[in-house]
């Protein structure tokens, strides 16, 4: 899959991150390394709070970090630019334009002609089972259609990397699982390097063909794991034995760091009154 | 009075107009307006046969009609009311601490209207005071706009144009008079500078609140997708805070004609706000009334236009949940 495309390779070294100073100094992101080959879809998930939104927010070009360094195909990332195409977790399309205006935005900026612009848009949006909507306003459509229009908008400029940051985490579970699987087909399609940023587990083993687990803050690389799964995939795959078996391995990392990150807010005896068992590696990271 | 029985006939009335199925009675009937999900359906099919169906533009116009009758009746009342009680109150000379001896009735000013439209005097002084407003409203929205934009924007044009404004701005239009008839070489523009003042705050306030109010997830989805700092600024942080500054320009209009209408008081030569106030030194009681009537229409009148503009400049507002106008 890494010779597929040449471009579109995203590197962080040791890179961390720290917000304020003094006694109000927080330490969101501590010495993290991870990379994205081309062409790779990539999640990070772990426990809300542990820096996973500001390390795409580092790769964006938003946040300049710390220490370390984001590197996008050997280079320094200096800020955003529309070779990295990023789809949020809130709705960004701009209300005041049509759907087929905000899909041709990027284009525009770059002072692509109208007629071929509006092509680009009209084939995109016709992917995306969105053409019929080309001309209305994004307050009229759906949660699920204004994403799939974010998507379609990031993909409009041809960017060699996808950030997408919790994108489907306003949706309904049922819109949820439709939106994963046009995720899915569509990055079959253009086969760009994907960094994903998710909470859901099940969501980031379907669509990834790696992801890392975050510890708790201050946000750290606990685990890489592989997901060997065939493609394309499809929903049936969920039910799968190999599925189910890197759900409940991805399961128990999360839960440890989800209860290490609980930690601050109760005490052991909290837990127990709970009936929750602090594993091992939870109990190191309260103390 | 009138409301009741409009009230009382409304069920019957809009089972007559309900389009109805007019080959099968016994089929399920198709809804094409809204009003027939209100009617019960036994009786429209008992009639089905004999009501020939209306067409729904006509039916959806009385029924729009319907609902605003109480509304429009009680502001017909409201008015007449006002209307009788100047028509009573200077027919019969009314003076009770508050006098209205001299003041003139309905009909003389109606009568004073009819001549005015034929008095070039008259035209020409209307002509004048929307020119000025024209001339100084647009100096104030190109000036506001752009200095909102940028102050809002940026903490350094904030930091050094912000202060200087805040200090001028406590300062009402009317109270620029002198200085302004002494700072213009000649009255007319100085008449133009009044007006050009009271509109500006406004505008400018209106624009940079709406400028900081841009959702910034917007600005990063611009910035993402390869927009420069002047893209930005044309093709987000403008249409982004276009609802606050249609919001402006609306405030603006109607403090600039209260400055216009001052200052021709003052310092005028035409303009009228000058007819209003000659009338009065004219001992012309009727004029005076003409002219507080004819402010009135015309401040309205453009307060209209700048909605007007903004419903056609922002169509998408009408489907937003957040900012929606009616």
Redesign the interface.
Known sequence: MNDRTAKGHIELRRLSMVFGSGHRRVQAVDEVSLYVAPGEFVSIIGPSGCGKSTLLNVVAGFTQPTEGDALLDGELIDGPGADRGVVFQQYSLFPWMSVRKNVEFGLRMQGVSPSKRETTARTLLGLAGLLAFENHFPDQLSGGMKQRVGIVRALATSPQVMLMDEPFGALDSQTRVVMQQILTNMWQRFRLSVLFITHDIEEAIFLSDRVYVMTARPGRIKAEIEIALPRPRNAEMMSSIEFTQILHKLRNLIREESLAAMGSELSDGGLEGFAIEVGAAGMKEMV | MATVSLRAMQPQTADDLAPQPASDAGAPAPAPSVLLVESPAPAAKARADADPPLPSPVATALQWLREQALGLALGACSLAAMLLFWHLATTYRLDFYIRFTNLPTPMDVLQKFGEAMNSPKFITNVGMSLRRIAIGFAVAAVLGVGLGLLIGRYRLTRQLMFPAIEALRPIPAIAWVPISIMLWPDNEVSIVFITFIGAFFPILLNTVSGVQAV?A??L?????????EP?LMW??VL??A?PQVFTGLAVGMGVAWVSLIAAEMISGQFGIGYFTWEAYSLISYADIVLGMVTIGVLGLLCSWAIRLAGNVL???LQ???SEGRT
């Open positions: 959702d997830v917007l990063r989805a611009g910035q993402c997708l390869g927009a420069r893209q093709h987000v249409p982004g276009a922002l169509p998408w489907f937003s949940k």
